[in-house]
């Protein structure tokens, strides 16, 4: 019997909501397996049933318990096997930590609307709708506070790697493929995401996965 705990994936390339969780626990160094379904694909709907009652990725199976959406899987990992570490322990620091990741978790229409992750693209020159354009500046807004007030000596969000840092990675590859405008901070904090073993290894997938579709955001679950 496979002890490890099985994450189902969508898509590398295209699959934002499948990155958020496959970092967070990459990261934290949980063990566990990786399964590929395939988007937009006529398999996938069945494959998909057999592990999720929402029909969408990303899942998670450990023994008889199902998770599904991302950041129920990131909760349920905090719980098994990251404990605190997940998030910073002073309770300021964490009350935003815990607030940012839920604004990501359900907000950010335009930009995910406009720019899906699409990790192998780049775009030299790309003009960003009203409503994407204030979804940038208030992430960048974010970002800046959370660095400011609790950054410290660390790169991330807040200073060592958080969940909300997992919740904004897909965010960090919509900026470099849409070439997006950025601040210094941001940047910098772009630059730290990237650097991370996790998402040198998703990217590096990514790059040599063999599907192709036009991706929108809510087609990867």
């Given at each position: 019997m496979n002890p490890h705990p099985k994450l189902?994936?969508?898509?590398r390339n295209y699959s934002s909501w499948s990155l958020r969780p496959w970092l967070f626990l990459h990261e934290f160094g949980v063990h566990f397996d990786t399964e590929v379904i395939p988007l937009d694909t006529p398999e996938f709907r069945d494959q998909i049933a057999r592990v999720s009652p929402s029909l969408r990725v990303p899942v998670l199976v450990d023994g008889d318990v199902h998770v599904w959406d991302s950041l129920a899987i990131c909760l349920y990992?905090?719980?098994h096997w990251i404990g605190s570490a997940a998030?910073?322990?002073?309770?300021?620091?964490r009350a935003m930590c815990q607030s940012i990741?839920?604004?990501?978790h359900s907000g950010f229409s335009g930009l995910r609307t406009q720019c899906p992750m699409n990790i192998r693209q780049r775009r030299a020159r790309f003009a960003l709708s009203a409503e994407a354009a204030a979804d940038v500046g208030r992430i960048q807004t974010l970002w800046r506070d959370a660095r400011s007030a609790f950054g410290g000596e660390g790169p991330f969000l807040f200073g060592a790697f958080s969940l909300a840092d997992a919740f904004y990675a897909p965010v960090v590859t919509r900026f470099l493929s849409y070439a997006?405008?950025?601040?210094?901070?941001?940047?910098?904090?772009?630059?730290?995401?990237?650097?991370t073993a996790g998402m040198r290894a998703w990217c590096?997938?990514?790059e040599s996965e063999p599907w192709a579709l036009a991706a929108t955001d809510n087609v990867t679950g």
């Open positions: 189902y994936i969508g898509n990992a905090i719980d998030m910073p322990l002073d309770p300021a620091a990741v839920a604004e990501m997006v405008a950025l601040d210094e901070v941001s940047r910098q904090y772009c630059d730290a995401v990237m650097q590096a997938a990514a």
